[in-house]
């Protein structure tokens, strides 16, 4: 089946710095990335979506200045938390939809970063 | 986005089959139903999905009621690796366009499964 990784898995930082998570889609071609954040307990939270080459469209409530994203292939999307503080501490999660968006399309998850930010 | 209402939580044992359920009584006709489940600190994993036949697969079966007002997803002989949230999600068609036919999650069912 086809395969999400992220990296790192999981990574601790100081407040007021910058944290880049990496989601690649090992052996397909993703037409769309998207990215959740979850925190303890609670569902996934919809952040944002990306299509490769083009910007990315955020949820509401959503600071597109803090959480950067870059899609620049097919096969890799980033997610930069900017000036990171404890309350940003979270899992976040990426995936990766092959086709176009049709409502048969399947979405493959990455198995999440885990940030803590002290 | 139509809403799906699950329990919160269910028990099952071990080796016995498990029925999830799932209403979404405000599903439109070209709404597919999708099932993730995701397991303790990992991210989601597909399940099944269907739009008005029942479905089968090697990880479930999908029953959808005639009238596509619920759902239920049907775990045949449940494991202790089964324990997971299971998510019931309609997914917004593309031909009606604006959200891309993103996945939202709600708060899914905990499936605990007893030896």
């Known amino acids: 089946g086809a395969v999400v990784s992220q990296h790192p898995s999981r990574v601790i930082c100081k407040s007021g710095t910058s944290v880049k998570i990496e989601c690649r889609s090992l052996?397909?071609?993703?037409?769309?990335m998207f990215w959740y954040r979850q925190f303890p307990k609670q569902s996934l939270m919809l952040m944002a979506t990306s299509n490769e080459g083009s910007k990315a469209t955020y949820e509401q409530g959503v600071e597109k200045d803090k959480f950067l994203i870059n899609h620049a292939s097919l096969t890799l999307s980033t997610l930069t938390v900017t000036s990171a503080h404890p309350e940003d501490s979270s899992f976040y999660i990426c995936?990766?939809?092959?086709?176009?968006?049709?409502?048969?399309?399947?979405?493959?998850f990455g198995p999440g970063t885990r940030l803590t930010v002290l | 986005d139509a809403k799906t209402t699950q329990p919160n939580s269910m028990e099952s044992n071990e080796e016995e089959p498990v029925h999830l359920p799932c209403n979404h009584s405000?599903?439109?006709?070209?709404?597919?139903i999708h099932w993730y489940r995701q397991l303790p600190s990992q991210g989601p994993e597909y399940v099944i999905h269907g739009l008005t036949s029942n479905v089968n697969n090697r990880m479930a079966s999908l029953a959808i009621a005639e009238d596509r007002k619920s759902s239920t997803l049907i775990l045949h002989r449940a494991t202790l690796r089964d324990a997971a949230v299971y998510y019931c999600?309609?997914?917004?068609?593309?031909?009606?366009?604006?959200?891309?036919?993103?996945?939202?999650f709600g708060k899914g069912t905990k499936l605990s499964v007893k030896p």
């Open positions: 405000t599903i439109s006709g070209t709404d597919y």
């Open positions: 999600i309609l997914r917004d068609s593309y031909r009606h366009g604006g959200s891309q036919g993103n996945l939202i």
């Open positions: 995936s990766a939809r092959i086709g176009r968006g049709v409502s048969t399309d399947t979405q493959y």
């Open positions: 052996d397909f071609q993703a037409t769309t």
